[in-house]
């Protein structure tokens, strides 16, 4: 059962710790954080619990107390093993070195009290164990394993494979899961959920677990992932959730008051001085962007405008820079740090008084979790603003300031029954001991992701493995298990199996970075392979917030020059955005409109009012919504608009505002069906706020072919059908294969190219399509992309309400409309550059006024 937690008072918490942690408490700390009143005693009582927190609030400590506590006890009784008794599992390597630090600092202080006291204390092991692990460290892991393992998830899953080392694993009295939030609603949460279970079936005794969180909803599901089920029943689960313990102040701020009939330079301008006049009026700022490239504009700039110290921070920098960055932040050295995501976590940065983001950050907790690290403190307010230069952002992000200070989180979704993460996890069970499918079936549905798989998917899995497809030893596919199918047992097949696991294990699919180096051969950090393979000599593109010119490539490396003062000539990266959260989608439809409703009334002192805007942004968006209704409609809550726009080309907008995962479910499965309708190619633009699909001059949709678009049946078959020969099904299927041990990144010690990879992944595709369509990787590669990539399930959702409570409203318009502009320059392939992109909007804007004769 899952069920709220109490508060204990300071009594209880002393108490239910060891005298020794006990006295270093209170000489550090006056009194214990709301997450230590939560956690600590519950958890020394054996239960299980999901703590979630802002960031600086103590949480971290409140997991290891308890452990600790136990550790001390054994200690002073020389009673502690060679074992491993607490396991601390984060997705993040930076994080695992910092939690070590935190952890050796207060074990020195605790044994220089006991050794003032005269108590001999046996010595706590604390270890980090991760791929980066040398194997010196891992030898002496293995003759003395760590009292306290700090790992990842990956890690994990090899480590229960170790036949020495698993042995160690049987006492885990603490299993402290950190970050829960990063990995609950990707694959590598799948594959964690499963290497819990697997740790707890070799457990001689209770394993307490415990998952730390920042915001997150459904909490209770969440829960439910940290622990599992116990054969069919589920495992109880306390929850405390202390994210309302911290005040939060958010601004929507806009440079300007006209989105349209500025020049990019002057909004550049605009943008800069804003930022700069926040980053000089605090003490230490962080800014996040969406994108690399923006992460590196925004640096330059910014240098251009103030003296102090100012560092870009991101995945593509090496890891040296970012330490560095990280270590002057956390000094007090930088006046400004600006980060794509790679700041976003708990890493510890030390004092912020300021975040700012630039564009919306597409989702409500990723807004508090960004506005989270300022004020670090409990008590301190955390100060977020948000910069916007575009009118669909600025409503956007009026909705989900709001939203974000009531507290109204995005609900994650799990991914359920991954057929890719299964087959490494049956691998590495086979690796273990030889299984019956009963045991390993209930053991598998013992993890929350799992709990409905299957008999016949799982059956399936094992069949793939076994090697009982024959044909594709030929494309050097080979068996990985055995399995006596009348029997129903299964185990490892062959020596090699275990290095192969070892090897190929991981669920983050292998994107190629090409290196980026100086002649000397100093390393400078990475680009994406499709932003090297457009360079050219002489190109000059901007890097680490550094100017450089690129020379030559070879192999995987580009060779450049550093030149300073020179205008970048290649726009740095271009990054997937984030997509909108399909729960504030719904939220904004809600917003549009309660403004239509106020038009006529006191619609900006509302504004003003309710939301965290200022009067020149509420003024904006009031224009916005203004125009938008003399010269179309605007689509709400209840009323979907879909836009005529015949011409040359035949444009048609579809305002279905559910973010960009669902909207490119529904507008592949509708261009699927144009094309079979009108036997026409179709092309599809989609953002967060609709999508539309674009047809040659001779082909037209009448209202009645528009509205039999909406129809329910086939949708799921059509847009698979969609997917057929696309960039993204090539590349998903690799992915996918990958993790199932189809192409093997590693043999042996010999890594595949990523282009090998490529080559056997559509080999064996085709083959696949063509003999097995229900083969086990393949169906798990539509499942990815349609529920994790589209999410086909709210996609769904939202047309089967369309003709219901969504009234269907067909509008003709001579020219897009307002709300369309957006997608119609998505659709305009000589729109590259933002000087571009602002001259169109300012004429499509001009000719949308010229209409409504300059009203409002």
């Not at 070590?100 to 050794?115: T, V």
């Not at 989270?372 to 916007?388: A, M």
């Not at 993890?447 to 008999?455: G, Q």
């Not at 009067?615 to 968006?621: D, E, G, I, M, S």
Request: hydrophobic share 40%; glycine share 4%; proline share 3%.
């Amino acid at each position: 059962m899952i069920t709220k937690a109490r508060q204990h008072s300071d009594e209880e918490i002393l108490s239910s710790m060891h005298p020794l942690l006990r006295e270093w408490f209170l000489s550090k700390f006056k009194t214990f954080t709301p997450p230590q009143r939560f956690a600590i005693v519950e958890s020394a009582r054996g239960k299980n619990i999901l703590v979630t927190s802002p960031t600086g609030s103590g949480k971290t400590l409140a997991a290891f107390m308890s452990a600790l506590s136990m550790l001390i006890e054994r200690a002073e009784r020389k009673d502690l093993s060679d074992e491993v008794h607490v396991v601390y599992v984060s997705p993040l390597k930076a994080l695992n070195n910092d939690i070590k630090k935190n952890l050796e600092e207060p074990l020195f202080e605790i044994y220089e009290l006991a050794e003032r006291k005269g108590i001999d204390l046996q010595k706590i092991r604390v270890a980090v164990r991760t791929g980066d692990t040398d194997a010196g460290e891992r030898q002496k892991q293995m003759k003395k394993p760590p009292h306290i393992l700090i790992t990842t998830p990956e890690t994990l899953a090899i480590t229960l494979c170790s036949p020495k080392f698993s042995k160690s694993l049987r006492n885990v009295r603490y299993l402290i899961i950190d970050e829960i939030h990063a990995v609950a609603e990707n694959k590598r949460g799948v594959h964690l959920a499963l290497s819990m279970e697997r740790l707890q079936r070799i457990q001689l005794g209770k394993m307490v677990r415990i998952g730390l969180s920042a915001t997150i909803a459904p909490i209770e599901d969440v829960a439910r992932f940290l622990v599992g089920r116990e054969y069919g029943f589920e495992r109880d689960c306390l929850i405390a959730d202390v994210t309302f313990e911290k005040k939060i102040d958010i601004k929507v701020v806009s440079p300007m008051s006209d989105f349209f009939n500025l020049t990019a330079e002057e909004i550049n301008e605009r943008l800069y001085n804003t930022i700069a006049e926040f980053v000089k009026n605090s003490k230490t700022t962080l800014i996040f962007t969406n994108t690399r490239s923006a992460t590196e504009r925004v640096v330059y700039y910014l240098k251009k405008r103030l003296n102090d110290p100012i560092k870009a921070h991101h995945s593509s920098l090496s890891r040296e820079v970012r330490l560095e960055v990280e270590n002057e932040l956390k000094e007090g050295k930088l006046k400004c740090v600006v980060s794509s995501t790679s700041l976003e976590l708990g890493i510890d940065i030390g004092y912020i008084d300021l975040v700012i983001l630039l564009g919306s950050p597409k989702s409500i907790n990723r807004a508090l979790q960004r506005i989270g690290r300022s004020g670090h403190k409990l008590h301190e307010i955390s100060v977020g603003k948000i910069i916007v230069l575009d009118p669909d952002d600025l409503v956007e992000c009026t909705v989900l300031a709001k939203e974000a200070m009531d507290r109204n989180l995005d609900r994650i979704r799990i991914p359920e029954n991954c057929l890719d993460v299964l087959c490494q996890h049956v691998v590495g069970m086979a690796i273990e001991k030889k299984w019956s499918v009963d045991e390993a079936l209930a053991l598998i549905r013992n993890a929350y992701p799992y709990r409905n798989l299957k008999r016949e998917d799982f059956i399936s899995v094992l069949r793939y493995l076994s090697g009982e497809f024959s044909e594709l030893e030929r494309k050097n596919v080979y068996a990985k298990i055995w399995f006596d199918e009348r029997e129903e047992v299964f185990g490892k097949r062959g020596k090699m199996l275990r290095p192969i696991y070892y090897l190929n294990v991981g669920t983050i699919p292998e994107e190629v970075a090409i290196n980026v180096l100086t002649n000397e051969g100093k390393m400078v950090g990475r680009v994406e392979e499709d932003f090297a393979e457009r360079l050219i000599f002489g190109d000059i593109f901007v890097l680490a917030g550094r100017t450089f010119r690129f020379l030559k490539s070879k192999g995987m490396n580009i060779i450049v020059e550093e030149v300073e003062g020179e205008r970048p000539t290649v726009p740095s990266w271009f990054s997937e955005q984030l997509p909108l959260s399909y729960d504030l989608a719904l939220r904004i439809q809600k917003f549009r409109r309660e403004v239509e409703d106020r038009l006529e009334k006191n619609a900006i002192e509302w504004l003003v009012k309710n939301y965290s805007i200022d009067r020149v942004a509420a003024n904006a968006l009031y224009r916005f919504f203004v125009e938008q209704k003399l010269f179309s409609e605007i689509p709400t809550d209840r009323k979907l608009v879909v836009e005529k726009f015949e011409g040359e080309k035949n444009y048609y907008f579809f305002h279905t505002l559910v973010g960009r995962k669902a909207n490119n479910a529904i507008s592949r499965a509708f261009a699927y069906r144009v094309g079979i309708m009108k036997d026409c190619n179709v092309q599809i633009v989609s953002n967060d706020n609709g999508f539309a699909l674009i047809l040659a001059g001779n082909k037209y949709l009448n209202e009645s072919e528009i509205e039999s678009l909406f129809l329910m049946p086939n949708f799921e078959d059509h847009l698979k059908k969609s997917l057929d020969h696309t960039e993204m099904l090539r590349r998903r299927f690799r992915h996918v294969a990958v993790r199932s041990f189809m192409i093997l990144r590693n043999y042996l010690g010999r890594e595949k190219s990523v282009w090998k990879q490529q080559l056997n992944a559509d080999m064996i595709l085709n083959f696949l399509k063509r003999y097995y369509p229900d083969f086990p990787v393949l169906r798990e590669t539509y499942r990815e992309i349609m529920e994790d990539s589209m999410d086909i399930h709210n996609a769904m959702e939202y047309i089967s309400r369309v003709g219901k409570e969504i009234e269907l409203h067909v509008v003709r318009v001579p020219y897009p409309s307002p709300f369309a502009f957006n997608l119609f320059i998505l659709g305009e392939e000589d729109v590259v550059l933002m000087e571009d992109r602002r001259r169109v909007l300012k004429e499509l804007h001009e000719k949308v006024m010229s209409v409504i004769g300059g009203e409002g």
